[in-house]
């Protein structure tokens, strides 16, 4: 069946000249094939009810065909719990995507609902459910409903408020639940502007380790990484590619023994090591473990080194490419340490034309130059060629200076 007619878009009020017999005619097309829903703020306009009660009329009794329901993101409130309040007693039971978009126009609203989606209590409202985008509203976080869940994105101003020992807790509760999930995000309001502090603690230790052997994507955008930090030291994640948050998630020192010997991120598609901004310097316990967490992310693509230290890389650095055979997009940014040596014989030992993308921003330690004059000359020289030649096949971006 086309989906000209199995798409049911209500993008303008059904009291519109020819609109509702236009709706009519796609369902009636449409036949018994599943149908795709999207209702806009455009159709829902002021009576906001009274709209949404002549949308209801006309799709509630095929109940049973709905694959997705997607409400867009300025329909109000109200509006959107009368139709959620409708599903609680009607069930859909071949719905497998709903999604109900966060406002930023609303999100001060959002704060103060008190109104719970019921429909989320058991399992019988939506069975089949498999993609949920779920903001303005309450529910239970230990729902039956995300058990067949493979996608799922929280948006919830109320997270604000409270502590990241509670929200780790939360998620953790979603992640026992949900064995077959896939994508996981979560966040808060609009107004919240996640700050990522490169001097934040380690993560406390847990009684429990958790294990998700399916998640492919996990994007926690609350409480300036703290959140992410515990999940990664309390959930091993074998599957794992996407590690990210709003704006980014920089994964700090004392993560780097939890990569190396304890959840060690084999299908990670692309990572950025921080240094800690309150220690410059990293224990001899990170120093070690930083080369064997690198080592088993076989398959890294993007690889970002900012203000961490890197003194003694040059006992690993040289290999780094022969371990990351994937790896396509390097940077090392302000990272004290750097060694010309040791990133000579990194690009040397690496696969021909491997990097299509080299950065390096700051400091170079020139370690391999001769401290007589004129051999130091003929060195310089020769390791500013090395870098040029690197600039002309368009691999290396540099911004640095010579130390």
Not at 203 to 208: I, L
Request: charge should be positive; charged fraction near 25%; hydrophobic fraction near 40%.
């Amino acid at each position: 069946m086309p989906k000209l007619w199995t798409t049911i878009i209500f993008h303008r009020g059904l009291d519109e000249q020819g609109f509702q017999e236009q709706i009519i005619t796609r369902l009636e097309r449409a036949s018994t094939s599943p149908i795709d829903i999207c209702i806009s703020a455009g159709a829902v306009h002021m009576p906001a009810i009274k709209n949404m009660r002549k949308i209801c009329r006309l799709i509630l009794p095929l109940i049973d065909r709905w694959r997705s329901l997607v409400i867009d993101k300025n329909v109000p409130h109200k509006a959107v719990r009368m139709l959620l309040d409708r599903l609680g007693t009607s069930p859909a039971q071949n719905l497998e995507e709903l999604v109900i978009e966060p406002s930023m126009f609303f999100w001060w609203e959002e704060k103060k609902l008190k109104w719970r989606f019921k429909g989320l209590k058991n399992g019988r409202t939506f069975p089949a459910l498999r993609y949920l985008k779920l903001s303005r509203c309450r529910f239970d976080w230990n729902s039956i409903t995300f058990d067949g869940v493979i996608d799922l994105q929280i948006q919830d101003a109320r997270l604000d408020e409270r502590d990241a020992s509670k929200i780790t807790s939360l998620v953790r509760v979603i992640m026992s639940r949900a064995p077959h999930l896939r994508r996981l995000a979560v966040s808060a309001s609009f107004s919240h502007r996640l700050f990522t502090d490169s001097a934040r603690p380690s993560p406390d230790a847990v009684r429990e380790i958790l294990h998700h052997y399916a998640l492919q994507e996990l994007r926690i955008s609350v409480c300036e990484s703290l959140v992410t930090d515990a999940l990664l030291h309390s959930v091993i994640m074998p599957s794992l590619e996407n590690l990210n948050a709003e704006p980014a998630y920089n994964v700090l020192p004392h993560s780097f023994y939890t990569l190396a010997y304890i959840n060690p991120l084999r299908n990670l598609d692309s990572i950025r090591l921080h240094g800690c901004r309150d220690r410059p310097t990293l224990t001899p316990q990170e120093r070690d473990a930083l080369p064997i967490a690198l080592q088993s992310m076989e398959r890294l693509r993007r690889l970002e080194f900012r203000r961490l230290n890197l003194t003694e890389s040059e006992t690993w650095l040289p290999r780094l490419l022969q371990w990351l055979k994937a790896l396509k997009d390097l940077t090392f940014d302000c990272c004290q340490g750097l060694r010309a040596s040791a990133l000579q014989e990194m690009i040397q030992h690496g696969r021909t034309n491997q990097l299509d993308y080299l950065q390096i921003f700051g400091s170079i330690e020139l370690d391999s130059i001769p401290l007589d004059y004129a051999e130091r000359s003929k060195g310089v020289m020769a390791f500013e060629k090395f870098i040029e030649s690197l600039v002309r096949s368009s691999v290396l971006s540099l911004s640095a200076s010579n130390g």
